[in-house]
């Protein structure tokens, strides 16, 4: 069995750094409060790899450090986190072409302690992520240069497809990653549709890469289906690069938002980015289940000043805590 989290110390919050509780429904069996010993705990992260030539309304890498370093503390704090979730646009501003691209070092390694690394990130490609990389034209996931199936190797992120699911007896959860790079354009409502996507035009591979991009984002609809239905643990938490607002109409966005919403054998909570904020405001509901915009990793800019990541804490019945950790704003660089 797993022991009990060591006693929680004062935190250790670095300078700059605030501390936001915020649940939005009162406690319930799958929404719950902290009420003793957890099982384990996770961070969700997202649109962080800052680029210094590239990138929007931040104009150094000071915001994502912030917030880096606000994850190495609550780390400390917590004891017991058992992996980090990051939702994709991890290196701006077009993703890397290898294992040995430098950009790995510069914008993951040399940014987030080893101590954050030496947990799997669990990953998925968002749309900045494929413009220089080769799997945006291959239908091979394991050509893709952030694809890496091995759990221990910790070298890289954990993504052992480009849409893949991990199942965690002892926290009574599974983590169920999807590639919706389709929904790209998903802020406009006149291209909600499963759309062709920009980056698709910087291959010459024009055929291939929206071919590739609808059978992933197909597959996704399909797993997702599958294991709310197969799925025997109390909590799924489902993640992919676009928030739920982009999934409202077209394509096949509605029918994942209907899979969750009607979901009734787990607590589902769902993570996306894109956007780059982090709330439970601007997205499209899928209650009674919970979702999070989690795109506040300070990369390429701020949409508005709630830049951070989230925090998941499992209690030791298997019920569910998540909440926001956000960063003082002044101290990002714009």
């Known amino acids: 069995p797993t022991p009990p989290a060591p006693t929680p110390t004062t935190p250790t919050t670095p300078t700059g750094a605030k501390r936001i509780i915020q649940p939005l429904h009162a406690p319930t069996t799958t929404q719950a409060a902290d009420i003793g010993p957890r099982r384990g705990s996770f961070f969700v992260l997202g649109d962080w790899g800052h680029d210094l030539k590239y990138h929007g309304n931040i104009a150094n890498s000071s915001c994502q450090k912030l917030i ?7 780390m400390k704090e917590l004891g017991d986190v058992k992996f980090i979730i990051n939702v994709g646009d991890s290196f701006y501003p077009g993703g890397v072409v290898s294992k040995s691209d430098p950009q790995w070092e510069n914008k993951w390694r040399n940014v987030y302690h080893q101590e954050l690394r030496a947990v799997p990130w669990y990953s998925v490609y968002g749309n900045h992520d494929l413009y220089y990389d080769v799997c945006a034209c291959s239908p091979d996931p394991f050509q893709c240069a952030q694809v890496n199936a091995d759990p221990n190797n910790l070298d890289f992120f954990y993504m052992p497809n480009r849409t893949w699911f991990k199942i965690h007896p002892e926290l009574d959860l599974e983590v169920v990653a999807l590639d919706l790079n389709t929904v790209t354009v998903g802020w406009n409502p006149e291209l909600r549709a499963w759309s062709s996507p920009w980056f698709c035009i910087m291959h010459n591979c024009y055929d291939r890469c929206w071919g590739n991009l609808r059978h992933h984002a197909d597959y996704a609809v399909e797993l997702l289906q599958a294991r709310v239905k197969q ?16 999934l409202v109409t077209g394509g096949r966005g509605p029918e994942l938002l209907n899979t969750m919403r009607g979901a009734t054998k787990q607590h589902i909570e769902y993570f996306g980015g894109h956007r780059h904020s982090v709330d439970q405001t601007t997205t499209a509901s899928i209650a009674p289940h919970m979702n999070w915009l989690t795109g506040g990793g300070g990369g390429w800019g701020a949409d508005t000043p709630n830049q951070g990541f989230v925090v998941g804490e499992v209690n030791q019945d298997g019920t569910l805590r998540t909440y926001e950790l956000l960063v003082d704003f002044s101290l990002c660089s714009r």
């Open 231 to 246: 799925s025997s643990m109390q909590n799924l938490l489902v993640f992919s690069h676009y928030p739920t607002d982009y």
């Open 68 to 74: 880096a370093d606000t994850m190495l503390a609550k």
